[in-house]
């Protein structure tokens, strides 16, 4: 009998439940009211492979908008799940599973006329919904100034529990958030209730992501008290310095390319209750020229105490991280480690499977890799949740190399 | 005994075999097919072809690369439109285009005029607006239709750049002004970096060659100046339109947009194309995506937004017209009309109430004749 997965949303009166689960090569999917017995659906597909594939896709859809797993998977385990992943082609609609809406002092309060997309000119509803600020196509690049001081005045600010921070620069290309920094680090106090700051919510249609300038962001997570969970995207000029907070569990930085000083200020963060460290080093051509060298203090297992959760990822040195993350001392703590989008290939992948500590852990992705498929049997057999979606071949571009390739890097 | 369908089109080419078999499937007499090859030669052949009140449907040339040269020659230019032999060969060599569409318009008025006892399922006009990207955009603008801005390309890179700047465009599309298919179609990026500095991203299908530019199945981005300016000469001096590049919504994987097929006035087939990069195209690598799927973000408004979208770039041609219509969706749910494509029904594997993009066409053409007034209005 297969593992049975059940997720449920409950949005005013509507109470939904959805549940998936693969049985060889076909998945069955139930689906009603909560209370209710539901309707049953069986797909077929054309290998047992497809059809986990078909069902991991589901959930996906399904978590995306908005239902929540409920039930353990296996008996006894707690129900961990890795972090979320945000990705560079959609602005983040769910965020910590909170809606988001947008902020804007001059809309009138509806749905654009345009679009279905919900904008408000004050903050409400902030038991159920974080907001976000940032600019559009058509905007005036003074707008984003003007947007964030009246977030930041708004009387309920003091309840908001997640804001993110979308394009603020417009058309005055590479400019560095100073003035968000500034204002965050200044009204940090007031903003009480924050557990989460996303900053540089912007798709790859907008920016490239090593266009993208930013600045210091290691004071301003320390002003905000209640900080749990911290995404920043762009590593240009990016600098997390002196950074230590006492509740920040999550701390994500996407880049294209992640200097090697921001790793040294990670490496370096004072972060007690991290649970989850997430970064996309990228590469040298845009700017990411860490060493693997850097993240000794994180594989050691000495800077984050509390760590469950390893990403190193889009990285085009994926084979020496794994082959340091398997002799690592770090290993053994993890729940879950994800070398995804980048480089790795059958030389990483043998270095884990080597690692004794690699089959204690609940969840590997290596999501877009080099990897052989008689190695990535062999990964599956170690019986840990696998992602290994997106093979890809070196390609010959007729240099007499073999290319690979990182996935976010233009 | 009902009308038949005269097609000159690329006998054995794919949309030929579709359109026989959706004829088929309808009830219908197969096709009276007149090749590409003997139009061009000579258009006149088309007086002796069926029969007065038998339809006529002038399909795409673009399979076959002899009836390519041809038109080119027709159009004042070299045979191989200025490529090299070996672009007529493997035909993924960038050509320009210019002479080729003059070639095809003088072509196409005199099918117009050749054909006069056959009832058209396209207007000639129309066909030639929607394959002039610059052309289409002005018709559009002119009938209301929400389409990003579109500039006349100046001839070089260094005009460009300072046109750019003029008009203070961070991010356009540049397009070969004539023709379809995702060729010779650039994204570029120009921004002041950090220090200053400016810097340019340009994504393409070209691939350079030494002096020559081929298209790719791959999607690539460069960087450097010098290729920027290298793969950009040879199409802007051949003729090229600058689009503003309106940021496109994503599913998880990557940017997509919507083709959708208008028939006589009314949607008929539409999917979703989700792409690695900006250039959603569905050969070069992107998958396709039910449009209900890439659209659920934007609440239950958003596909009535786009039909309503389409039924006004409808309006805006003859409305026998067959439109194949490439809609953006930017990431507040607007939708923008991208680009019409006279001949984007080849659509294979779709269906629209168990019908084809073919089926959908001769359905309506069979269905609604052409009320009489409309043949003798053409004659006059």
Known sequence: ?410 | MGPRLVVVGVPGDKRMHALARALERGGHEPPIVVSWQDVVLDPRVLRRVGRAGDLLRVESPGADLSVWASLSMLGGGAALGGGSVDSLVDGTEWRPRRAWVRGLSRVLTQIERAASHLRPTQRASDLLTMIDKLATAQHLAAHGVRTPNTLEAPSTVEELRARLDAERLRAVFVKSRWGSSGSGVFALRREHGRSGGERERLVTTLRLDGPRAFNDKRVRGYDDRSSIDALLAPVLADGAIVQRWIPKAGADDGPFDLRVLVVHGRVAQRVARVGKSTITNLHLDARRLDVDAALEAFGPGAWPRVVSLCESVAAAFDRRATIGIDVAIDPSGTPWVIECNAWGDYLPGLLHEGEDAYGVQVRALFGARTPASEIDERRA
């Open chain 1, 1 to 410: 009998m297969a593992d049975k997965r059940r997720f449920e949303m409950i949005e005013g009166a509507s109470k939904k439940f959805w549940e998936v689960s693969v049985d060889g090569a076909a998945f069955t999917v139930t689906f009603g009211r909560i209370g209710s017995a539901g309707s049953t659906k069986t797909t077929p597909c054309a290998s047992p492979a497809a059809a986990q594939a078909e069902a991991d896709k589901l959930i996906k859809e399904k978590t995306k908008k908005g239902y929540q797993e409920v039930g353990g998977a296996a008996p006894g385990a707690p129900n961990w799940r890795p972090p979320e992943h945000y990705g560079t082609h959609q602005h983040t609609r769910r965020f910590m599973n909170y809606a988001v809406a947008g902020f804007d002092p001059e809309s009138d309060g509806e749905a654009d006329d345009e679009s279905g997309r919900k904008s408000y000119p004050t903050l409400r509803n902030l038991d159920r919904q974080v907001f976000r600020v940032g600019l559009t196509y058509d905007d005036d690049e003074d707008a984003f100034d003007a947007r964030l001081d009246a977030l930041l005045d708004d009387p309920k600010v003091g309840d908001l529990r997640g804001l993110l921070i979308g394009n603020w620069w417009g058309d005055a290309g590479g400019q560095p958030p100073h003035n968000l920094i500034a204002k965050l680090i200044e009204r940090g106090a007031s903003l009480k209730s924050l557990v989460g700051l996303f900053v540089g919510d912007v798709i790859q249609e907008e920016s490239e992501i090593s266009w993208i300038e930013q600045g210091d962001f290691g004071r301003v997570i320390a002003a905000l008290p209640s900080l749990e969970v911290a995404i920043v995207r762009g590593g240009n000029g990016l600098r997390l310095e002196k950074l230590a907070h006492d509740t920040l569990r999550s701390l994500t930085v996407q880049s294209g390319g992640l200097p090697r000083a921001a790793v040294q200020d990670v490496a370096k963060a004072k972060l007690p209750a991290l649970r989850d460290l997430t970064l996309w080093l990228g590469v040298e051509n845009y700017g990411g020229n860490s060493e693997v060298g850097d993240l000794k203090p994180i594989l050691d297992g000495k800077a984050f105490p509390a760590l469950e959760h390893l990403g190193l990822q889009n990285s085009e040195n994926a084979d020496a991280i794994a082959a340091a993350v398997a002799k690592s001392a770090i290993l053994s703590k993890l729940k879950g480690l994800d070398l995804s989008m980048g480089t790795l290939s059958d030389e990483g992948a043998e270095a884990l499977l080597a690692a004794p500590a690699t089959k204690n852990l609940k969840y590997l992705n290596i999501r877009h890799h080099y990897v052989s498929p008689a190695l990535v049997t062999k990964l599956k057999a170690l019986g840990i949740e696998l992602n290994a979606a997106e093979r890809k071949e070196e390609e010959d571009w007729g240099d007499g190399e073999k290319h690979r390739y990182a996935e976010v890097t233009e």
